[in-house]
DNA sequence: CTGTTAGCGCCTTCAG
DNA sequence: CTGAAGGCGCTAACAG
């Protein structure tokens, strides 16, 4: 419920300004300046500053950032600029990370989104730079490699989530590799050896990074990654389900499924529930990515590693914020988490692998 | 890939200022003023004008905002409060409609979210008119009824996906006893006549509105909702699952599942698979939100009901922008629309209706 | 058609 | 311990 002022229309009532502190005050607007700055430099009796602390409050008065940044030359305010339109949903997660930070550090955030196209990255860059934002996060929405615009170098930038074919700019990556050993290593653990890979989409950056943890953790196991089945789809859920009836009509059925992200898990276990099997009594599955409301929810519970987004975000802000972006790394991997819930079990009975050899 | 301007530091080179542009074009910055800003009461010489457009490209001149915001009294800047941490999987999708029609106007989006904490969204509010953003968009991330503080009267805001409750404030709210309806129809038209519904919390404003709807749909169909099975769960994909198992153990089956949300569609999904019921053959099935990389791609792609963020968001900026605002209704309902995908399907079997009075 | 002057609201010298 | 003066970069008002 808001209570108005006034009757009158918003803002009728002239904002108070520095100047007015300082007339009712019987002070010098300096005066008010240093006592609203906590100039600790500045010698204040405490006589003058508490009638100003008055004052303020009486007034309502807060101080201008509009003509605070125009001195300042700064606007404590940094550009969170994204590759496309950031509605997926994890987009969200990777807004908040840089907002929680900057927020802590007393800055706000500009959204800006751009579409594929260059020109309109160029605007937008531009747009932050008019703006005289302090840095940029440039946050893209799948892994990728991008090609950006020169005129960054303007300002302290970090990438999210993508790199640069020169590494020009430090950039924060998701652990996938890291992510794809854990994952495999949460099956391998819980005693399976038959472990198919039902991968995402050939060629993609999380593709071949989560497929290099996976044979990492089974050669570790002393497992021969090419014995295995390793299928590749395209991270959606109909892949998932089209794969995993691929694999139920193939001659060796695998004990456990390591999926490509949560909604191919999820056509797994679409395809699963239909061919009878349950999971994970008959078959264990493991997702990736920890999609929010789906991983968590499903029956049962599913097993997958955490996508770092809010993490990514927020480190990415940090390192602007705290001005260590000249000190950064070209790439810094962001750990992605296994999250272990219901969806994994030890193997029904130990069947011989494949081949013995 | 970033080319660096100059080997030192960023920002090392100064950048020009108004007044270099007149300096170097050899007229005054008030006619710079003009030609940058295309001012067309004012008449310049082709001449002049050239000039002066040729050494803005030549320095590579951009116009200070920071400058022109403390003298406009106005920064081409909305801010989005919301009242609790964006992360969630939709608002992304109204930040997203809230950012595009910004653009559209000039002006960008300042970021801040919120948590629960009254002291936090004071907190939140504040910053926001010291920067002195020019409207506020409120949103919340569940529909909600809110206690805002009188603060926001100070500058215009609109509010999204809550409403106060003296209605002091304009908002936009999605349409759900509408869609509620329209996903009953959907059903209704392929002929079920039987349509148990899954619904969401008790209590909440979506379940009460899709509720409405629902039994709107049947009475206009000569049905008694009290003759349908109607039970309540939580909006998470667990209680799909459950109260699909209830009902299907129940005596009476129905042709069709309405479901709360697309989550616990795809808990009724899973729970049907594992009946050995097939969708939409055996049981047609109906969500409601149209989760992104969800509804569209589970097996079969679950029909739902779409829940209008990106255009709430649109909406709520565009009155903001255009200055509407003091003539808007109290509550403004956004449509939330059918859309019809693989899982509704001819009830298999014309059963007679439980009573046939 | 163009220039001069003043001021948006704040902060930072530099004097007292 | 406090005040006066000047300027951040831009635009509006008013001359000429």
């Known amino acids: 419920m808001v209570a108005s002022r006034d009757s009158g229309d918003p803002r009728a009532r002239k904002v108070p300004t520095m100047a007015d502190v300082a007339r009712e005050a019987g002070v010098s607007s300096t005066t008010v300046s ?11 009796s405490a006589q003058t500053r508490r009638r100003v602390l008055e004052v303020v409050e009486a007034l309502g008065y807060r101080p201008n950032r509009a003509a605070r940044n125009l001195q300042a030359q700064r606007t404590a ?24 930070s900057a927020w802590k550090h007393g800055t706000a955030l500009l959204v800006v989104n751009t579409t594929r196209d260059t020109e309109r990255l160029l605007a937008g860059i531009n747009d932050l730079l008019d703006r005289r934002v302090d840095a940029i996060l440039f ?15 303007n300002v302290p930038t970090v990438l999210v989530n993508c790199y640069l074919p020169d590494d020009s700019l430090p950039c924060a990556l998701p652990d996938d590799e890291g992510g794809g050993y854990a994952a495999t290593r949460l099956l391998l653990d819980a005693g399976h050896r038959e472990i198919a890979y039902l991968a995402g989409r050939p060629g993609a950056w999380a593709t071949r990074a989560r497929l290099r943890g996976y044979r990492r953790a089974l050669t570790e196991h002393g497992l021969d990654p090419k014995q295995q089945i390793v299928r590749f789809g395209n991270y959606m859920a109909d892949s998932g389900y089209d794969l995993t009836r691929e694999v139920l009509a193939g001659p060796v059925l695998p004990t456990a499924l390591l999926c490509g992200n949560d909604r191919m898990a999820l056509g797994a276990y679409l395809a699963l529930g239909e061919a009878g099997l349950r999971v994970p009594q008959d078959m264990s599955v493991v997702g990736y990515d920890d999609q929010p409301t789906l991983a968590g929810e499903v029956h049962p519970r599913l097993s997958t590693v955490r996508l770092p987004y809010y993490r990514m975000g927020w480190w990415a802000a940090e390192q602007l914020l705290s001005h260590q972006v000249g000190r950064l790394p070209p790439q810094t991997l962001i750990a992605a988490e296994v999250v272990p819930r219901d969806s994994v079990a030890a193997p029904r009975a130990s069947t011989p692998p494949p081949t013995s050899g």
Do not use: W
């Open 34 to 44: 240093f006592v609203i700055n906590n100039r600790v430099d500045q010698s204040i």
């Open 77 to 100: 305010t940094i550009g969170y600029l994204s590759n496309e339109r950031a509605d997926n949903p994890f987009s969200g997660q990777s807004i908040a990370g840089a907002h929680d």
């Open 139 to 153: 946050a893209a929405v799948g892994t990728r490699r991008v090609i950006l615009p020169g005129l960054l170098s």
